[in-house]
């Protein structure tokens, strides 16, 4: 199998996070995460590692808004060049906002750094630092290379991306996301053929979903802790099947909290019929590991045997997967469980 995966995610390191209730937490979203992967596809003979090819920025254009990209290029910059006590000591402090912008009121700030960033941010977890929008477009390139690949071979791939990027809108980045890599790759395919986007992290895909909604020759679907009581809170509700061209072309499969091996593969179940009702010639697959039993983030039950189930069904619509890693916070297990999944597939 081929994994499309670069070193360039090292420099996007956020020294904190500020986490539920106004806790500052280190970033959970690590490069930690990618070694616990690295060190497990090593140890097989079928993963062949390859540096993502430069698809330039038109694709990610296509997806994302120009101001929300140009605000991620340069946030950074601009505050180091507005605070001297920032400039000096950069390595102990990421850009965050202090004001969000309701976007039931739709004006933009185009001056402000502080106004663009509550604007074009969604919560504290999505950290800028020095090295973000060069990690988030390599990211993005590592999911459209991989997209690439398995168009051209009719083979799944593994696109092992980090940062992540299914709770990135248009217009927002949130969640640990910045660009969102399966809407990209997904987007860049649907102008070839048909394709349909899978989102198994534990969280809702509210990214893709936004990015998609209108739209009635992607269907989305995504399999999650019900926002109700979980992240990202506003959107995922059972409710929300897309509008205008797109109503009936996303799913939500909002699930309790305690969710273990048998609930989950009773969802993933309908959600692979629906899928196989519109047939796609691709199916991109937002990958997080956040299901299984014991992650930080998580509140569900899935084990490995769960994700070996997972990976056997999936893999069993014989549709040519592009494979993107999301989210995955138990670090220790991590390689181990991905591994599970991907065996499916090679
Ligand atoms: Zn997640």
Request: charge should be negative.
């Amino acid at each position: 199998m081929k994994i499309f995966y670069s070193e360039q995610h090292r420099n996007h390191y956020p020294p904190y996070e500020v986490f539920d209730g106004g806790k500052r937490v280190p970033y959970f979203e690590n490069p930690d995460r990618m070694d616990r992967i690295l060190t497990a596809l090593k140890t097989k003979e079928w993963g062949e590692f390859r540096l993502p090819q430069d698809f330039g920025l038109d694709p990610i254009r296509a997806i994302h808004d120009e101001g929300y990209l140009k605000f991620l290029a340069s946030a950074w910059t601009e505050w180091l060049a507005m605070d001297p006590e920032i400039a000096a000591t950069p390595e102990r402090h990421a850009f965050l906002p202090a004001t969000f912008a309701l976007r039931r009121k739709t004006n933009r700030p185009t001056s402000s750094l502080h106004g663009r960033g509550g604007y074009y941010m969604m919560d504290l977890s999505a950290c800028i630092v020095a090295g973000t929008y060069q990690s988030a477009l390599t990211s993005a390139h590592c999911a459209l290379s991989a997209a690439d690949f398995t168009y051209n071979s009719k083979q799944s791939s593994f696109a092992l991306c980090r940062p992540p990027g299914h709770h990135a809108g248009r217009d927002y980045a949130g969640g640990y996301c910045f660009i969102n890599n399966a809407a990209v790759a997904a987007n860049w395919l649907s102008a070839k053929a048909k394709v349909a986007i899978l989102d198994i992290d534990y969280h809702g895909g509210n990214g893709t979903q936004d990015i998609f909604y209108e739209r009635g020759d992607v269907l989305t679907i995504s399999i999650h802790g019900d926002p109700d009581y979980e992240y990202p809170h506003y959107t995922g509700f059972a409710d929300e099947t897309g509008a205008g061209a797109g109503l009936g072309f996303h799913r939500n499969f909002p699930l309790p909290a305690g969710t273990g091996n048998e609930g989950y593969l009773a969802a993933l179940d309908e959600a692979l019929g629906l899928i196989r009702k519109v047939s796609p010639d691709f199916l991109v697959l937002s990958t997080g590991m956040d299901t299984f039993d014991g992650d930080p983030l998580g509140k569900f039950h899935v084990t490995r045997e769960g994700f070996q189930e997972i990976g056997q069904r999936i893999s069993g619509l014989r549709t040519p997967t592009v494979i993107v890693m999301e989210g995955g916070y138990a670090n220790a297990a991590l390689g181990e469980n991905i591994l599970t999944l991907l065996e499916n597939f090679k």
